[in-house]
């Protein structure tokens, strides 16, 4: 395992890598340019030198970094403070048994979760690459493989709750693990509640001409996936409670508890927590729901992954195994068209153009459907606009030079770009119109400049 560090002081730059070489971790100098490890920075103070380095190697290395603070006499370094400009985690610095121990599992961990992350499982499945929805599948993969903890997960119609469901099911580390069984709250008849949920005994009711499992007992071993909770009425939600909080439930007419163990996992498109909060749904089994939240950005907050969701779906519809590819322009109508419905609209235009498509040549704009082509579809934004002129004048107001200003603004370009070509500065560098070398000199000498100069050009 490689994991970069930044560190100042050459005394704990060297313990740490006698700690690290131990667990055969290999550290390495920051270097700018991008990297897919992890890092390490050590810090003594939140200043302004610290944050800044820790903004610039965030959006550099593709890794989480935690931020190391030395003792020192107060004020200390600030947790937020180096949380927000990017650090993953903090701790401080302990001359005592053990400490190495701690950093190195949490890199150890790290690496864990990042090899789930490339795993076909995960990569196949769960489509996307933009900075958004990595983060959201990190927490994801690690407390699906690392705990059995129960999990809420939130967001608009159509962000793939359901598949994230399955992919908790399918990490979870259980041995002899059973089923996934989906109960869809919307469909639930509350007068059928009792035996949808718990089963019923043979003429238990009319119509009851024999005995039936109900979720709870299909569970068991395995794990509940409770689609749209927030659906389920007041008095339903009472009668949920006690079989997720004692994991023990009683068939419609029989008389006997039975016991069942399942890993619950529950989704709602709806605030639950806004919602326990003002009464509309009931605070005790939302907290037995939710011991970890995940919330699933909307596409309009991941664009950067409409072009691989939309070359995942033309293979998903293509009838051999040589789907054809998507032309400029297509592209640049999924990447401008909005989706109120999500990855779900997305999968199913790209559908009804796959299905129009004839030939084995590039998918082109003559395969939208004519009720999609330019419906609803924004004109072409300029990027000189007033966004970009407010921006510029924010920073001539605060009497940053022209020096400074051009150099900010190359910096982000590059950052963004890298972003975009997923982490390639070759095809970046084709984006921003210069060579991969120019690109990458150019940036590194920037940075030894401001490194050098500070911020008084």
Same mark, same amino acid.
């Given at each position: ?72 006499? +107060? ?18 610095? @302990? ?10 599992? $949490? ?18 499945? !769960? ?34 709750? *359901? ?32 035996? *949808? ?28 996936? !409770? ?18 909080? &004692? ?30 909060? @003002? ?8 907290? $037995? ?32 195994? @040589? +789907? ?20 779900? &609209? ?15 040549? +590039? ?35 605060? $009497? ?20 975009? *070509? ?14 991969? $070398? ?20």
């Amino acid at each position: 395992m490689q994991i970069w560090v930044h560190a100042a002081d050459g005394d704990h730059l060297h313990q740490l890598q006698r700690a690290f070489a131990g667990a055969d971790i290999d550290l390495t100098p920051y270097e700018c340019g991008g990297t897919e490890t992890h890092g390490l920075v050590v810090v003594s103070c939140a200043d302004t030198d610290a944050l800044a380095f820790l903004r610039r190697a965030r959006h550099d290395a593709a890794g989480r970094i935690l931020a190391i603070r030395l003792p020192a006499p +107060p004020p200390m370094a600030d947790a937020w403070d180096l949380l927000d400009a990017g650090a993953a985690d903090v701790i401080s610095w @302990r001359d005592e048994p053990g400490f190495f121990d701690d950093v190195i599992a $949490r890199f150890q961990r790290w690496h864990a979760v990042d090899d789930l992350l490339r795993s076909p499982v995960v990569r196949d499945n !769960l489509v996307g690459r933009s900075s958004a929805w990595t983060r959201v599948l990190r927490q994801v993969v690690e407390i699906a493989r690392f705990t059995s903890a129960s999990m809420l997960v939130t967001g608009e119609s159509g962000t793939g709750k *359901e598949l994230i469901a399955r992919l908790v099911h399918t990490l979870d580390a259980r041995p002899r693990k059973s089923e996934l069984i989906v109960l869809d709250c919307t469909t639930v008849v509350p007068e059928l509640s009792g035996s *949808e949920f718990f089963g019923h005994e043979r003429g238990a009711f009319t119509g009851a001409v024999g005995a039936r499992q109900g979720a709870f007992a299909l569970a068991n071993g395995g794990t509940l996936f !409770l689609d749209e909770v927030g659906e389920l009425p007041a008095a339903l939600q009472a009668e949920l409670l006690r079989a997720v909080q &004692e994991h023990t439930y009683k068939p419609v007419g029989g008389n006997t508890w039975q016991r069942t163990e399942f890993r619950l996992v529950s989704a709602s498109n709806r605030d639950l927590h806004a919602e326990a909060t @003002r009464g509309g749904f009931r605070r005790d089994l939302f907290y $037995r729901l939710a011991s970890w939240t995940c919330h699933l950005p909307p596409l309009a907050d991941r664009t950067d992954d409409i072009p691989l969701l939309a070359a995942s779906f033309v293979r998903q519809a293509w009838r051999d195994d @040589r +789907p054809p590819p998507l032309t400029d322009d297509v592209v640049d109508y999924l990447m401008r068209r909005p989706y109120p419905g999500n990855i779900r &609209e997305l999968k199913q235009l790209v559908f009804r153009m796959v299905y129009r498509h004839v030939g084995h040549g +590039p998918i082109s704009i003559g395969d939208i459907p004519e009720g999609e082509r330019m419906a609803r579809l924004p004109a072409a934004r300029s990027w000189q606009n007033d966004d970009f002129e407010r921006v510029v004048r924010t920073a001539v107001m605060m $009497r940053a030079t022209l020096r400074q200003i051009s150099h900010a603004a190359e910096d982000a370009a590059i950052r963004v770009a890298v972003g975009a *070509e997923n982490g390639s500065w070759r095809q970046a560098a084709d984006r921003l119109g210069v060579t991969g $070398r120019a690109l990458q000199m150019r940036r590194a000498a920037w940075r030894k400049t401001a490194a050098r100069q500070g911020t008084d050009e």
